[in-house]
Nanobody, 120 residues
């Protein structure tokens, strides 16, 4: 499974941004997909995930109510809609795929990161 993330950028606080992660590979639609983020000096932090069917989603407290994860199975793409962005959302965002929908253990596949910078 290969994951290609895109959509990051520099935005002002309060605006919205949508990240995309295009997945490829024969078995990609059997995996849950999700997003993590990382700031300098810290480990990767779980943001959100979605089951391979798209029927269940999971969010970190920091994302709940502001971020929405979704997936388009036909396009093998997962999205992270981020609204009301805050400066503390600034991070490198990584796409992930794993058998576990909650993504609390070792993650099997990582994409490259995409930088999100939110200015105040």
């Amino acid at each position: 499974v290969q994951l290609q993330a895109s959509g990051g950028g520099l935005v002002q606080a309060g605006v919205s941004l949508r990240l995309s992660c295009a997945a490829s590979g024969r078995t990609v639609n059997s995996y849950a997909m999700g997003w993590f983020r990382q700031t300098p000096g810290k480990g990767r932090e779980f943001v959100a995930s979605i089951t391979w069917t798209g029927r269940s989603t999971y969010y970190a407290d920091s994302a709940e109510g502001r971020f929405t994860i979704s997936r388009d199975i036909a396009k093998n793409t997962v999205y992270l809609q981020m609204n009301s962005l805050k400066p503390e959302d600034t991070a490198v965002y990584y796409c992930a795929a794993d058998a576990s929908p909650t993504m609390k253990g070792h993650i099997r596949y990582w994409g490259q990161g995409t930088q999100v910078t939110v200015s105040s």
